[in-house]
């Protein structure tokens, strides 16, 4: 409305138009037996909310001292995630130490020179045939 007015030229005062009619409304709105009912009603609803928490506070302290003032976390639904990601873990160890035994064979023919695979030093090809087993094991791992 003020954009509508401006545009065509009017000087309205919307607040100073309303003055008279708006404050009977507001007297009523925040008068004093207006903010008593309001209270009554809202403690009312408060006690009738409250009555349920002795009972449901009697039969928790009931069923704890039944256990011995012990209790059990039972996680439903998330053992599958859990054993998953606990398994991708284990997956990504056993990669890692397959790396470092491939590049532990691979430090021991840096100077030599290769013409056969008969040349290789044996301890390359212990820790490369190590590296394969553990891998395996890392893939047998990541598929239960």
């Not at 403690?43 to 009697?58: K, M, T």
């Not at 491939?102 to 021991?108: I, K, N």
């Not at 212990?126 to 990541?142: A, H, N």
Request: overall charge positive; glycine content about 6%.
């Amino acid at each position: 409305l003020d954009g509508v007015g401006k545009s065509i030229g009017m000087d309205m005062n919307i607040f100073h138009l309303i003055e008279g009619e708006l404050k009977p409304v507001m007297d009523e709105i925040l008068s004093q037996s207006k903010a008593k009912d309001e209270l009554l009603w809202i403690s009312r609803d408060a006690i009738n909310s409250l009555r349920v928490i002795p009972r449901h506070v009697r039969w928790f302290l009931r069923e704890f001292s039944k256990k011995n003032y012990s209790f059990d976390i039972n996680l439903k639904g998330h053992q599958g995630p859990l054993d998953s990601i606990s398994r991708s873990m284990q997956f990504v160890g056993f990669t890692f130490l397959t790396s470092i035994l491939t590049l532990a064979g691979a430090m021991f023919i840096k100077d030599i020179q290769i013409t056969s695979l008969q040349s290789i030093p044996t301890i390359s090809w212990v820790f490369w045939i190590m590296s394969l087993v553990i891998f395996l094991r890392g893939l047998i791992c990541i598929r239960k």
